[in-house]
């Protein structure tokens, strides 16, 4: 696998990992709020009905059913009931949510549920009913949709934006770093030493560049050797091992050469 292949596959995996945790985190933190929330906006509903119930003018069934439609004709509860001492309902009024402000399959994956909140109602030490009511849940699923589909789209785009960089980074490497580290080797193999040493542009080369220096004097020296054993075998060829002068073999190979140089 190349290096492209792993840098991306990597990244994509890391993205992955963030994604998930990031999500998970987020939309249970977020879940946890709103169902928070909800159960207060029900409990001070809820507490502020009883006081209304509880005053002397609304002691009437009709008064309550009006005040009780009043408050649930707001729209931010399912749920208004008032009941007598003995539990039996009073007033009720329910409504079931036919909207889907967020796919069936999220809302089984991240549950949210309003909790009911209850406060009784007195007459000075008399206790004339208890107060229920159930906040509406569907503006909670509606922000808790949005704000996970915002969070997936920032963490993709980011995830994108990773894995652009990464193909630049390894384009980099290879129109750059890799090409001229493979141009010394090719001149190696020419027989081309220079004598500069190879300075790697980023640390992370560093490990192939001394390899080449390495390789690059041995070279060196193995051809200077060579040439020493070049040098030495023509000596013995054309010259008396023990006088040093030119033997007959070095002038008759001088007088053949002048001869075809003539011609």
């Known amino acids: 696998m190349s290096i492209l292949r792993r840098l991306l596959l990597s990244v994509t995996l890391a993205i992955g ?3 998930i945790g990031t999500l998970a985190l ?46 649930f004709d707001s729209g931010h509860f399912s749920v208004v009931r008032l009941n007598d001492p003995n539990g039996k309902v009073i007033v009720e009024r329910r409504i079931e949510n036919t909207l889907e402000p967020a796919p069936s399959w999220f809302r089984a994956l991240v549950p949210l549920k309003a909790e009911p909140a209850s406060h009784v109602v007195t007459d000075g030490w008399r206790q004339i009913g ?11 699923w509606a922000a808790l949709w949005d704000s996970s589909l915002r969070l997936v789209e920032w963490v993709v785009a980011a995830g994108l934006l990773w894995g652009l960089f990464a193909f630049a980074l390894v384009r980099w490497l290879k129109g750059k770093l890799l090409a001229e580290i493979g141009e010394h080797v090719r001149a190696m193999g020419r027989g081309e030493l220079p004598s500069e040493p190879v300075v790697a542009r980023v640390s992370e080369l560093s490990v192939v560049t001394d390899a080449i220096d390495q390789a ?45 140089a003539g011609d």
């Open 17 to 19: 990992v963030i994604l």
């Open 26 to 71: 987020s939309i249970g933190a977020a879940r946890n709020y709103l169902q928070g929330q909800l159960l207060s906006q029900s409990e001070d509903s809820a507490l502020s009905l009883s006081l209304t119930l509880a005053l002397p003018g609304n002691a009437d069934q009709a008064t309550q059913q009006l005040l009780v439609e009043a408050l």
């Open 130 to 140: 208890t107060v229920t009511l159930v906040a509406n849940d569907i503006y909670a």
């Open 216 to 260: 690059r004097a041995s070279l060196r020296a193995m051809a200077e050797d060579h040439t020493a054993q070049v040098e030495s075998l023509k000596l013995e060829l054309n010259r008396d091992p023990v006088t040093g002068a030119a033997n007959r073999k070095f002038f008759m190979n001088e007088f053949r050469r002048m001869l075809e």
